[in-house]
T-cell receptor, first 112, second 105 residues
Framework: DTAVSQTPKYLVTQMGNDKSIKCEQNLGHDTMYWYKQDSKKFLKIMFSYNNKELIINETVPNRFSPKSPDKAHLNLHINSLELGDSAVYFC???????????FGQGTRLTVV | KNEVEQSPQNLTAQEGEFITINCSYS?????LHWLQQHPGGGIVSLFM???GKKKHGRLIATINIQEKHSSLHITASHPRDSAVYIC???????FGQGTRLTINP
């Protein structure tokens, strides 16, 4: 059983489209995260959810919105996609901010 | 300047060498996290530290909260250790820029 799973693994879409990336964890963790890894491989946190409350929201465009229907899921919605949104997006979860995080395999988003 | 700085950014060594990767941070933290990203892209959590030292197999991680510094050591390095190593600090979850390690056989 995969602990943290993301779908899709690859996503190619045109500029201006709206897309979603799903993330599910079966670890019973209270905290989930979304990260963006750019072409230079620098990893940056985008959002963190703890018990369905947004705890950290870095300065990302409001075209990006996290949606958490329940504790096990944190989906990432992106509106009006731009070329600069092309990156690998990672989902992760942890019991708390102070404990080990488990990562999904990443979703490579390509905007053309 | 990043709130979290790693050094070196790139490191190439021969198999069997002792490896040290450093992480310095300027923010207040409650814990520091060492991550490993393989060439295929997957990320694995290695250690979470709030004080002292942890060891897992050939990997050792230390942290000095007063000096705001952590190190990751790899003993008897092996080509399969080749990866990007990233330190991340909590509470604010700020990441270092990563260290690309290449171990040559």
């Amino acid at each position: 059983d995969t602990a943290v799973s993301q779908t899709p693994k690859y996503l190619v879409t045109q500029m201006g489209n709206d897309k979603s990336i799903k993330c599910e964890q079966n670890l019973g963790h209270d905290t989930m995260y979304w990260y963006k890894q750019d072409s230079k491989k620098f990893l940056k946190i985008m959002f963190s959810y703890n018990n369905k409350e947004l705890i950290i929201n870095e300065t990302v465009p409001n075209r990006f919105s996290p949606k958490s229907p329940d504790k096990a899921h944190l989906n990432l919605h992106i509106n009006s996609l731009e070329l600069g949104d092309s990156a690998v997006y990672f989902c992760a979860s942890s019991q708390s901010y102070r404990t080990e995080a488990f990562f999904g395999q990443g979703t490579r988003l390509t905007v053309v | 300047k990043n709130e979290v700085e790693q050094s070196p950014q790139n490191l190439t060594a021969q198999e069997g060498e002792f490896i040290t990767i450093n992480c310095s941070y300027s923010v207040g933290i409650s814990a520091l996290h060492w991550l490993q990203q393989h060439p295929g892209g997957g990320i694995v959590s290695l250690f979470m530290l709030s004080s002292g030292k942890k060891k897992h197999g050939r990997l050792i991680a230390t942290i000095n909260i007063q000096e705001k510094h952590s190190s990751l050591h790899i003993t008897a390095s092996h080509p399969r250790d080749s990866a990007v190593y990233i330190c991340a600090v909590f509470q604010k979850l700020v990441f270092g820029q990563g260290t690309r390690l290449t171990i040559n056989p």
